[in-house]
């Protein structure tokens, strides 16, 4: 598809949102994932719909206070294997030092991040990802090509044992007779890429995939959460100082007791890190609690945390620098400092699931506190 025209598919998903055949919902969803950017699919919804925009106008604000503390209550997980992550926990740290190639917000609308953009042939067998060329590893090598080639592949093989598997399936994988039999003495079936050129590097910044079967859902499937883009020269582990594209690096982590990510300052080895007193009572009140106050005091901590990622969404796009630090209380330490030109955006698309699952948390269970002071 060139870049002067849309996608053969838009001016039908445009036809029926017109005639109300769809909602504007799913055209936001569908047009974006065709490649369409967010805030013309936005536009054409409100357009289209014969709503007005759905662009909130602007509000006046003062300035944004500088410094402050923000902490949440969160378990601090083995974090060595994010190719293997099984729990959102993981995943918000881990993504505080890497990034994905797409990112789905809570609109349900997915748009770039190591990507630039992609593109989809007419028959959605084929989609070309176009890399962005101003990202750097916190080593100071050029982000490129290979970088994401090596991470699909290695997500993708059956051995590395990633929940990313499930979701190419039927797109990129094939099942074969991998050579063991279980316990009733039946064939065990593997996966591996249905063709070599499966996943294809055109060029440096140029990635293609060319799947065996139509798939519409490939831009959001990159934010599957263990599909953190990791540096290939690391092996798939990640420990503290490891090389990644995020706005942090890990330099301290004990699982189950505390870890510390700093801010990746431009110019210097690492950036001002803020680390509160270790307040053991706290630890040991919370021990006193039974597990059903426990389990509630989690669920209002998640609920808490997706809050805070989309008001620090909205703060990284200010200029203004601010100091934020994160605690994971309990029995867990992890201590962050960060400023609003950093990229954390938005939270993961199953900590959004979670977290309206755990909306009714008790409100006398405080398990996450934010303050933010000038």
Not at 38 to 58: D, M, R, V
Not at 81 to 100: F, I, K, M
Not at 217 to 223: D, I, S
Request: proline content about 4%.
């Amino acid at each position: 598809m060139s870049d002067d025209r849309e996608h053969r598919h838009i001016p039908t998903l445009k036809r029926e949102l017109a005639e109300r055949r769809i909602g504007r919902r799913e055209f936001l969803r569908t047009a974006t994932l065709l490649g369409m950017a967010a805030p013309a699919a936005y536009e054409l919804a409100g357009t289209l719909s014969g709503s007005q925009s759905l662009f909130a106008p602007a509000c006046a604000q003062g300035a944004i206070p500088k410094g402050g503390t923000i902490r949440i209550g969160m378990r601090c997980q083995d974090l060595k294997s994010p190719h293997t992550y099984s729990w959102v926990e993981s995943s918000n740290a881990g993504r505080l030092v890497y990034d994905y190639l797409t990112v789905t917000g809570v609109d349900n609308v997915t748009r770039p991040s190591l990507c630039a953009k992609w593109e989809a042939t007419e028959d959605l067998k084929s989609w070309t990802l176009q890399l962005r060329r101003d990202v750097k590893w916190h080593s100071g090598r050029q982000f490129t090509a290979d970088d994401v080639v090596w991470n699909l592949k290695r997500v993708l093989d059956a051995k590395t044992g990633s929940s990313v598997l499930g979701l190419f399936k039927g797109f990129l994988l094939e099942e074969y007779d991998g050579g063991e039999k279980d316990s009733k003495g039946a064939a065990k079936k593997s996966t591996r890429l249905w063709d070599a050129s499966a996943i294809e590097k055109i060029d440096d910044f140029t990635v293609r995939l060319n799947g065996k079967a139509p798939q519409l859902a490939v831009p959001e499937n990159l934010f599957h959460y263990p599909l953190m883009i990791l540096d290939p020269e690391g092996g798939g582990v990640h420990k503290v100082g490891a090389n990644g594209t995020g706005p942090f690096t890990m330099v301290e982590d004990e699982v189950g007791r505390e870890g510390d990510e700093r801010e990746r300052q431009v110019g210097t080895d690492m950036g001002a890190i803020v680390s509160p007193e270790r307040d053991d009572g706290l630890d040991q009140g919370q021990e006193r609690h039974g597990a059903e106050n426990r389990e509630d005091g989690e669920r209002a901590a998640h609920v808490q945390l997706i809050r805070l990622y989309h008001q620090l969404s909205r703060l990284n796009q200010r200029s203004t620098r601010s100091s934020v630090t994160w605690s994971w209380l309990r029995t867990s330490r992890i201590t962050l400092a960060t400023s609003p030109a950093s990229m954390l955006s938005s939270s993961a698309r199953s900590s959004s699931v979670r977290s309206a699952s755990w909306s009714r948390a008790r409100s006398s269970q405080r398990a996450a506190v934010a303050r933010c002071a000038p």
